[in-house]
Nanobody, 121 residues
């Protein structure tokens, strides 16, 4: 059994900051990549940022320079520091972890339940 749990969403004024946290737990052998996706109403889910176990990061163009992803491999956690937030950042943010589980071949994507981020004055 594997669980992925996010926290840290909320309502913030434009220009403000938020920090999202995500923790993966359970029968985990290895996590290759962890990342954040978001889905706004009426839009498809899109990648915000991800980070490999080696620390290589990747960002959507729309968040470069404003968001920072970081990861603690020992704790199986990933964080998203979001600064200079804009109304267009409003969405449900989902944590993703690509996991090898004990006793199972290959990798599988696991998702959190999502956390709402609303940017509004």
């Amino acid at each position: 059994q594997v669980q992925v749990v996010e926290s840290g969403g909320g309502l913030v004024q434009p220009g403000g900051s938020l920090r999202l946290s995500c923790a993966a737990s359970g029968s985990i052998f290895r996590i290759s990549a962890m990342g954040w996706y978001r889905q706004a109403p009426g839009k498809q889910r899109e990648l915000v940022a991800n980070v490999t176990s080696g620390g290589t990061t990747n960002y959507a163009d729309s968040v470069k320079g404003r968001f920072t992803i970081s990861r603690n491999n020992t704790k199986n956690t990933v964080y998203l520091q979001m600064n200079s937030l804009k109304p267009d950042d409003t969405a449900v943010y989902y944590c993703n972890a690509r996991i090898n589980r004990y006793g199972f071949p290959g990798q599988r994507d696991f998702w959190g339940q999502g956390t709402q981020v609303t940017i509004s004055s």
